[in-house]
């Protein structure tokens, strides 16, 4: 296990707080469960489609040295 695997678990809890305070104290007020609900929404929408989309190989673009 490498050093961003040990601390994926940390950093995905880290962004999931941020995103729930911006988006409570921006509109709903201090700690909102409302927030939390929507942004855990909003996450898990995402991933579904993150998944979705990596079923379809691209090949990574490439400069014309030449």
Do not use: C, D, W
Request: glycine share 4%; aromatic share 10%; proline share 5%.
């Amino acid at each position: 296990m490498n050093r961003h695997e040990f601390y994926r678990p940390l950093a995905e809890r880290t962004l999931l707080n941020y995103q729930v305070q911006y988006l409570a104290h921006r509109y709903f007020g201090k700690e909102s469960p409302v927030a939390r609900l929507l942004v855990e929404e909003i996450n898990r929408r995402m991933e579904e489609r993150a998944a979705g989309a990596t079923s379809a190989h691209h090949r990574p673009l490439r400069r014309n040295e030449g």
